[in-house]
């Protein structure tokens, strides 16, 4: 909700992965689409503390969990993708010099 009211903020998911359930994700990022901001959402790596294969694997999941839940707007792959790095590249942009 924080985003939709401020198109200058952007925010992380880091530590989220297999320390969540995948439904929360799921509803997260719908909603998240559902507004307009997935693409000011980002994904980083806890790692040590969370492996780099199973927050993929985790991630991954998620246009599966959003078809089993029947959440709409429907997260995809390509959104996925999005959230593990072609979001941030993009955000970024404009900042090279």
Request: hydrophobic share 45%; charged share 15%.
């Amino acid at each position: 909700m924080l985003l939709s009211a401020h198109p200058s903020i952007a925010a992380d998911f880091a530590y989220w992965g297999p320390t969540q359930p995948p439904w929360r994700a799921a509803q997260t990022l719908s909603m998240a689409k559902h507004l307009g901001v997935l693409g000011r959402l980002f994904w980083g790596t806890d790692y040590p503390f969370t492996g780099f294969e199973s927050d993929l694997s985790y991630w991954r999941a998620i246009p599966e969990t959003t078809a089993r839940l029947g959440l709409e707007p429907a997260i995809t792959a390509s959104d996925v993708d999005a959230l593990l790095g072609a979001n941030i590249v993009r955000f970024l942009a404009p900042m090279r010099t």
